[in-house]
């Protein structure tokens, strides 16, 4: 069991933070924090493919390339069936290396405001996100927890619930600092399943 705290992000919208595994999550779709070629790869991009099984690589493969061997630019977002997640769709998008917020703050703005524009023109309800390009792509934990409540707040649209699952402590704290510093109101803290779309 995880510990959730949900947050308001606006009178329909929830935002629910955990630590978890975002391949269990089984809601309407997870989001992939992918490279521009849509192929599979290391951390959060390489479990989501391992989960989902071969069906999503050949599902990444019908995305057509923009330019050679890129599908996917950075600061956008794409989206194809789950395979064998229990969610029913992937949203993949690229964030960016980090460099200065200057350069890099509008392209991770940018992957979180297509993800969630994605989601809500496929009238989706429930998304999970990962903690994007805060891995090897070196993004500050606080600016990247700032942006992405920031921009979840301002694209929320339609969509129910959004759900950060993050990788360990230092992420959660950010995360949750971001929500106070936004102030959202925060309803309840929950012992989650880590795939449960709401309480239990």
């Known amino acids: 069991m995880a510990a959730v705290s949900w947050w308001r ?4 919208t929830r935002l629910a933070i955990r630590r978890g595994d975002l391949t269990k999550f089984d809601g309407c779709a ?3 924090a992918a490279n521009e070629r849509m192929l599979g790869g290391g951390g959060v991009d ?18 057509p390339e923009v330019r050679r061997g890129v599908r996917c630019p950075r600061g956008e977002a794409r989206v194809t069936p789950g395979g064998d997640l229990p969610a029913r769709h992937v949203i993949h998008t690229v964030g960016p290396v ?4 200057a350069t890099s703050a509008p392209l991770l703005e940018g992957a979180y405001a297509s993800s969630l524009r994605l989601a809500n023109e496929h009238k989706l309800e429930r998304v999970a996100f990962p903690a994007i390009s805060c891995g090897v792509f070196g993004y500050p934990l606080d600016e990247s927890a700032e942006i992405a409540v920031r921009t979840s707040q301002r694209e929320a649209g339609s969509l129910q619930e959004i759900h950060f699952f993050l990788f360990g402590q ?4 950010a995360w949750l600092a ?3 510093e936004a ?5 309840t803290s929950t012992a989650a399943a880590e795939g449960s779309e709401g309480e239990l």
Not at 9 to 12: A, C, D, F, K, N
Not at 46 to 63: F, Y
Not at 98 to 101: D, E, G, I, K, R
Request: proline residues 7%; hydrophobic residues 40%.
């Open 178 to 180: 971001a929500a106070r």
């Open 30 to 32: 997870i989001v992939n």
């Open 170 to 173: 230092k992420e959660l704290d």
């Open 46 to 63: 390489g479990a989501i493919h391992r989960a989902a099984g071969p069906a999503l690589l050949e599902a990444c493969k019908q995305v």
């Open 98 to 101: 980090y460099s200065s917020p």
């Open 9 to 12: 992000l606006s009178p329909t």
């Open 183 to 187: 102030g959202l109101a925060e309803e």
